[in-house]
Structure formats: structure tokens, C-alpha cells
């Protein structure tokens, strides 16, 4: 790990460094997409993906981008719904739903209680659908919102790392005790959930990336998580550059990607899947990125531990 301690990492540092947000409309989600996924049942089966529009996320995570299609302020009621409707009359009709507001769903100032019964009562033909939480908003609203689905709920939670120091770091405002008791409350309420995990947040090495990365699975396994999705963590955000500039951040090696992979699948403890998203910037060797890739997405889908790629970069 870097022995560098400047500079302090807080809301206000972050925040500065920052560049402008995009123009979004309160009443249209930001972008939609349809992809494989295999469900814990092992069925590979599409799923569509919603990033909805709404208030930014109250913490300011050091690694975060999300901040940038997000508004300054809460949208009305009604807009989610609103949103919603438009995105499910361009999407081609899939049994599986993710609904990723850049923050948290359980954020009245994001997502308003009010719209709890309208949103079900719109996704009510899925049968599943996955929402994302900080652990502090795992709460009651998470049972009244389960208690209006049909479909199966499951609650994402970043997880990000079980280094401590480096969690500390990340400004996530959470340690692994709060990460547990959101598992633990979801699990005995009959609701799953999955683990976002970072792959060489910063402040270490590749190895130590790697090393740690393996342990934030061991541990959201152990605590009761069904699957985990393994993120390498990228620039953009203007602070990750700055780090970059001072050494004590870089982004991983595909390599490292797949070490990590085939780890978490080999366990057998559960789902584990790789974040695939333009993996050419993990990439030094254009002769092999696109099979490593579609060997990523293969293990992804199957869950099992494909054969190695044959090139020189090995």
C-alpha cells in the first residue's frame, strides 16, 4: 500500500475535483440496456437494466462516477413512474429487472416512499428485480417496498473492500459491521442480496489488489451474500486522476481480473461475476483483450472456469 497521506480524502476534496454533470431529464432514465445474466436458478435468461434519473447519492465515495447523471436536487413525485413507464415501452419484454438509480433506492430524497406502490404495481410481470443500497438505508422501507413486488427482490450493496484501511479511505462511511447487519436484516426478511466488489481500489499494488479482492469475496459469502460482481476500478471521476498523478492509484490488469474470477467461481459458494464494461482499458495487448473478454462473459454465464488464453502479454 502507498505510504503517500496526502492528500485527505473528504466530501469537500472530492467534490472540488470534480468536472461538470450531464444534462438529464427527471421524467426519462438516463440510459437502458438489455444483457445475459445467469440466475441463481442456473437459467440464463435476459436482463434489462434501468439507470434511473434522481437526486445524488449523499456520499461522496472517492472512486465513484455515478455522481454525473444525477440531479441536485429531489424530482417530483410521480417523475420514477414517470420514468419507468418510458423505458419499459422501449425495452423488448424480459423476466428480469435491475432498477440502478446511481446511489440509493431506499433514499427517500432519491426514490419517494410515494412511489413505492406505482413502481410495483409497473414492474408487477418480472419475476425478479434488483435495486442498490448504501447499508445505512437498509431499513424498514425495504419491507414495505418487498411487501408491494411480485417479483423477487434482491438488494445490491457495495461492498467494495474488506481492507479496512483502504475502506476507510474510499470515504464509503461504512465499516463491515454495517455491511453485515444490512445482510443480515435482508436475509431474515426473505430478500437476497449481492456484494459490488472493487478490484484494486486504491492505495495498493496489483498483488494486494488481487489478495483483496479475494478476500472481499470469502467474506460476503461467509456473511450470507448470493453473488457477488467483480468491479476494476477506473479513472474519471477527477479524483482517481489526481491519485493516479501521485502513485497511489492505478487501474488493474485484465489478468487480475481473471485471477479474481476464477477464484470466486472455483469457491462454489455462489454467483461471481466480472464487470465486462469496456475492459480494453484494462487491456495492454490488443491481440488477446476481445477473447479475454469473451472468456470473462463466458465464465460469467456459466460459472465455470474456461480455458486459459494462449498470448505473449501472459
Known amino acids: 500500500m502507498s505510504e503517500n497521506k496526502n492528500p485527505i480524502i473528504s466530501n469537500k ?82 423476466k428480469n429487472l435491475k432498477l440502478y438509480n446511481s446511489g440509493n433506492f431506499f433514499d427517500g430524497k432519491a426514490i419517494p416512499e410515494e412511489d413505492y406502490e406505482p413502481i410495483a404495481d409497473l414492474i408487477k410481470d418480472f419475476e425478479t428485480v434488483v435495486v442498490e443500497s448504501h447499508p445505512k438505508f437498509i431499513n424498514e422501507k425495504c419491507l414495505r417496498f418487498k411487501n408491494l413486488l411480485k417479483p423477487k427482490l434482491q438488494v445490491a450493496i457495495g461492498l467494495e473492500t474488506v481492507n479496512t484501511k483502504v475502506l476507510f479511505k474510499l470515504n464509503k462511511q461504512m465499516n463491515l459491521n454495517d455491511f453485515k447487519t444490512a445482510v443480515d436484516f435482508l436475509s431474515e426478511n426473505g430478500i437476497s442480496s449481492r456484494a459490488f466488489i472493487l478490484l484494486r481500489p486504491p492505495f495498493l499494488t496489483e498483488e494486494e489488489g488481487i489478495f483483496w479482492a479475494q478476500k472481499s469475496i470469502d467474506f460476503a459469502f461467509e456473511v450470507g451474500v448470493e453473488c457477488c460482481s467483480v468491479i476494476p476500478v477506473r479513472g474519471g471521476n477527477g479524483a482517481m486522476e489526481l491519485l493516479q498523478e501521485t502513485g497511489d492509484f492505478s487501474p488493474p490488469n485484465i489478468h487480475s481480473l481473471e485471477t479474481v474470477i476464477e477464484y470466486g467461481i472455483a469457491l462454489n459458494a455462489g454467483r461471481v461475476f466480472a464487470d465486462v464494461w469496456d475492459l480494453g482499458l484494462f487491456s495492454n495487448c490488443k491481440k488477446c483483450v476481445e477473447l479475454r473478454t469473451e472468456r470473462l462473459i463466458d465464465m460469467n454465464l456459466n460459472q465455470k472456469i474456461e480455458s486459459k488464453i494462449q498470448c505473449d502479454c501472459n
Open 13 to 94: 476534496w472530492i467534490v472540488s475535483n470534480r468536472g461538470i454533470k450531464n444534462i438529464v431529464d427527471s421524467q426519462k432514465p438516463y440510459a437502458w440496456l438489455v444483457e445475459k445474466e445467469r440466475q441463481s436458478l442456473g437459467k440464463i435468461e435476459d436482463v434489462a437494466t434501468i439507470f434511473l434519473t434522481n437526486q445524488e447519492c449523499p456520499f461522496k465515495c472517492l472512486m465513484c462516477d455515478l455522481w454525473k447523471n444525477t440531479t441536485n436536487k429531489s424530482i417530483p413525485i410521480g417523475a420514477i413512474p414517470n420514468q419507468l413507464k418510458w423505458a419499459l415501452s422501449q425495452m423488448p419484454q424480459v
